[in-house]
């Protein structure tokens, strides 16, 4: 009789338990946002890497204003488009955020048209722009090419001048091209995998010149083994003042600053993007974070919810064309 009544009581037990599973995961699902679970933060990029740096950076300040924990997880591959999709097709509940980049978006829209089904602005919605950094023109130091009119001038002598980039359509690629077309030289695209093996070929002296961001190249100019041409910003750098842009040197449509930002599934509550933008101005402001985006040569972005979205709107307007007048078929 004791083992009968225990075994109904450890029924009505496992009943009572199989009732208020359900009740629980409703009240976990009603548990006001941030509080139910961390956030993830997709990085659409491999570990180690500038974009990478900076998500983990702004990650761990950000936490600490939500008051929940930002996990990051690396998502890599073409063209930044792989974790960039992944965000697109999660729940627009807050949980789930993406780091854009100017190469996703902006260019990967285009570029990518036949691979992806998201649209930069109608699938998200932008919170606010982390960073930015403007591409530079190098050199070795001991190149005779010691300005752009050198640079440009070797390359009609020579019927065409090589230079590397970190890939086919990226914005480095499209930068050399509307330099070529506006200078009326012929200079031919290298595509590298990374910076160690065109930094390689240029210190070795088999490749004449690379285009990069200055977040990569900013040690090797701080070093002296690389030396700078140009600038792609809209202005000089004011961590590197002695670098001239290509504007003001007679190439005003040789204008990019690489940026990265924040964006949710269209359709994350607005309470919730605020929130999110709070908290990226409040880490934006603090010394350590702004010294480690120093540190990498960036400077912070200054735009957010409505004036993000816009802005990244603007850009794949921008972009468009010049990716399909390049003629890049992405690898």
Known sequence: ??????????????????????????????????????????????????????????????????????????????????????????????????????????????????????????????????????????????????????????????????????????????????????AGATMEHVPYRSLTQSGADLMGGTLPGIIESLTATSGFLRAGSMRALASSGAQRSPLFPEIPTFAELGFPGVVADGWAGLAAPAGTPRPVLQAVADALRAAQSEAPVRQRLADLSSTPGEAYLDDAQAFVRQQVAQWAPVVRASGAVPE
């Open 1 to 182: 009789m004791i083992s009968s009544r225990l075994s109904r009581r450890g029924l009505l037990a496992a009943a009572g338990l199989g009732l208020a599973a359900p009740r629980l995961a409703a009240a976990q699902q009603n548990v006001a946002w941030p509080q139910r679970a961390p956030i993830r933060l997709l990085v659409p990029f491999g570990t180690g890497g500038a974009t990478d740096i900076v998500a983990r950076v702004f990650a761990e300040a950000m936490s600490r204003h939500l008051g929940q924990t930002i996990v990051v997880e690396n998502r890599p591959g073409a063209g930044a488009t792989i974790g960039t999709t992944a965000a697109a097709r999660a729940p627009a509940d807050g949980y789930t955020l993406v780091v854009s980049t100017i190469s996703g978006l902006a260019i990967g829209q285009t570029l990518y048209r036949d691979r992806i089904t998201w649209d930069a602005d109608r699938d998200f919605a932008h919170i606010g722009m982390i960073l930015q950094t403007p591409w530079i023109l190098c050199v070795r130091p001991d190149s005779p090419m010691r300005s752009l009119a050198d640079w440009l001038a070797a390359a009609r002598r020579a019927d065409g001048l090589a230079y590397g980039t970190t890939g086919v359509g990226s914005v480095a690629h499209l930068l050399g091209v509307q330099l070529a077309q506006a």
